[in-house]
């Protein structure tokens, strides 16, 4: 190709009002809350599409699998109403029934916010107490969900405080839903785990178990001291979206996308960010990489530049460790983005695996089939052992007595995830350690893949003996370094970038002097997972940082603006 030609489609250096590093969820979530806004905005993308983790696969064509993000968390963010997603073709399926699980000797239950129902029913079996106070639990508090949610999720950190009473979500029970206190504990709840706090109030053990594992997968670890309160409400997040976009979560980063585009956005992909333009202390755009579409290109920025990849490569690599004291940079080179590294199997099968025991007539009856079984049910030590091979042992669980399994299905809810005939499950995960801590090397879980799986399937069919090589057509794994390789911003295939545990969540997250998503850099800005609250595509970074930016004065309130009735602004604007 001849050199004018190559790169005369766009101009050799550009002017926006804002730069968005980075295309994912966040990036794409700000881009739109800034484009709506009256600014003029450029996404710049490193991969080939934008969505980050969001995507979606088709292996063989037709059949969809989520290498990433599976589940739609979103349900309660305020960003679906100021985005209007619905108008830019956002879809959702619903699940009747979201999750179940089944116990070595055939107990079951299942859970749904959209099958009450029979939720208490099935729990009912076993144990009439807790029925009672799901049932108790459901009347009297569904109607505050949202809010108890927002109140935790879409409220900026502030770091000000002194006592958990000023907290939002403390003040949003105390003065909205003072009942929430019988299952939180105001007094000690900041001290309490997940299964602590489980145990307060459950007596069925596979119920907690789901509970525990809901938190698990969606962020703290359900022994982890002082996370009780987000563990059940990252569980909340789930139970309240019951659901799926329409055709996965890449179909949600579609409706960003053309969100981002009515709104005037220009995205470019294949334009990895190499650099961001510090003069006097102030961001003022940034230069694309070798390995972009055009090296070196520089694209301007008059009022901000939004940094939507981790704050690790933001000052580390795009800031070359430049522009900020040396303690500070001490601290970030200090934050460990190793954590919650996911194997994640998939499976074309013929039929549903049909589990043994009470779930052969439950799951199949009344659309309680549930689209995420977690196996055993019957006691946390499974939990704990899997925990102990991956953050003591260092290894991937292999044992029986360390197998815990997620096997998530949507198909049963969504028909255009695989043609009639088939079902994909998909993801199925496990627990693995990061690459770099395992005791075997980085390459130990890619080498021992098909291992892994096959140990997995043959679990799995302990349970539901229908899972034979007949019934599965197709087998697909990716490992932590695969999701690595496909997002660079998945160090080790982690989740939630830094840990949800106590000291590193809320205003110390990422570190307390970031909490606000501001940096030291005049106009820099943070809204990534690596920000408060952290993993999961909630939009919750982009509408927390919205009012950040409106405190400063570098965005005017909008009109279709409302903010979090819990956010406390700083005293000093910055622009
Ligand atoms: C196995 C797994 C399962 C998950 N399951 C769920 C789930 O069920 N539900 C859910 O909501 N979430 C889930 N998540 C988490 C979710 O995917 C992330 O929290 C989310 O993608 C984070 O969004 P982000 O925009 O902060 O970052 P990312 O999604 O990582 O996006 C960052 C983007 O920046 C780009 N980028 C990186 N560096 C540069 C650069 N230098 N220049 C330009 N662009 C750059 C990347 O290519 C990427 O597109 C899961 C994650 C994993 C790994």
Not at 156 to 185: C, N, Q
Request: hydrophobic residues 40%; glycine residues 8%; contains cysteine.
């Amino acid at each position: 190709m001849r050199e004018e030609y190559k790169f005369s489609v766009v101009k050799p250096e550009e002017r926006y009002d804002a730069v968005v590093i980075g295309g994912g969820p966040n990036g794409l979530g700000i881009a739109a809350y800034l484009a709506k806004a009256g600014l003029k905005v450029c996404i710049c993308e490193e991969r080939l599409q934008c969505g980050g983790g969001a995507e979606n696969t088709e292996p063989i064509p037709g059949f969809r699998i989520d290498p990433h993000a599976t589940y739609f968390y979103a349900g309660a963010s305020p960003a679906l109403e100021q985005l209007e997603l619905f108008k830019f073709g956002f879809r959702m399926r619903f699940f009747k029934t979201l999750a179940g699980t089944v116990t070595e000797d055939g107990k079951a239950i299942i859970s749904g916010r959209f099958n009450i129902k029979n939720t208490i029913e099935s729990i009912a079996r076993y144990s009439k107490k807790d029925a009672e106070f799901i049932r108790m639990m459901y009347e009297n508090f569904e109607p505050y969900t949202r809010d108890f949610l927002r109140s935790i999720f879409w409220t900026p950190p502030y770091t000000d405080w002194s006592s958990p009473e000023e907290l939002p979500w403390f003040r949003f029970i105390k003065e909205k839903a003072p009942g929430l206190a019988v299952l939180i504990p105001l007094d000690i709840a900041m001290e309490l785990s997940t299964y602590e706090l489980l145990d307060m109030q459950f007596e069925f053990e596979p119920l907690k178990v789901i509970m525990g594992q809901g938190a698990w997968y969606n962020g703290p670890f359900p022994a982890w001291r002082g996370m009780g309160i987000f563990g059940l409400a990252t569980g909340l997040l789930m139970a309240y979206s019951s659901g799926s976009p329409q055709g996965g979560m890449h179909s949600y980063m579609h409706a960003l996308i053309r969100c981002c585009l009515h709104y005037g956005v220009k995205i470019y992909t294949n334009a990895k960010v190499g650099e961001i333009i510090v003069e006097n202390g102030e961001a003022k755009g940034v230069v694309l990489s070798d390995d972009s579409f055009y090296p070196g290109k520089v694209i301007l920025a008059d009022k901000l530049v939004i940094s939507a990849i981790d704050v690790k490569q933001t000052f580390l690599k795009l800031l070359k460790g430049k522009h900020i004291p040396k303690p500070l940079l001490q601290k970030i080179k200090d934050i460990n983005l190793h954590g919650g590294s996911l194997f994640v199997l998939h499976l074309i099968v013929k039929e549903l695996p049909k589990y043994k025991g009470d779930a052969e007539k439950l799951f199949f009856e009344n659309g309680n089939y549930p689209s995420v079984v977690a196996l055993p049910g019957d006691s946390r030590e499974f939990i704990l052992n899997q925990a102990r091979d991956v953050f003591s042992l260092r290894t991937h669980p292999m044992r029986r007595e360390s197998m815990h399994v997620m096997i998530c299905c949507h198909d049963i809810y969504d028909d255009t995830r695989c043609p009639p005939g088939y079902h994909i499950l998909s993801p199925i995960y496990i627990q693995v350690p990061p690459p770099e801590y395992h005791k075997d090397g980085p390459e130990a879980v890619n080498k021992a893949k098909w291992e892994i799986a096959e140990n997995i399937i043959d679990f799995i069919r302990e349970f539901a003996p229908n899972m034979t090589e007949d019934n599965i057509v197709a087998k697909f794994i990716n490992t932590p370094l695969d999701s690595e390789f496909r997002n660079t911003g998945f160090i080790g295939g982690n989740w939630y970038a830094i840990r949800e545990c106590e000291d590193q969540w809320w205003s110390f997250r990422p570190i307390p002097e970031l909490a606000r998503y501001r940096t030291p850099i005049h106009k820099l800005y943070l809204c990534h997972q690596t920000s408060y609250p952290g993993g999961l595509c909630l939009l919750a970074v982009p509408y927390n940082l919205m009012h950040i930016l409106i405190d400063d004065g570098a965005v005017k309130k909008p009109d279709w603006w409302f903010p979090s009735p819990y956010h406390i602004p700083d005293k000093e604007k910055r622009f």
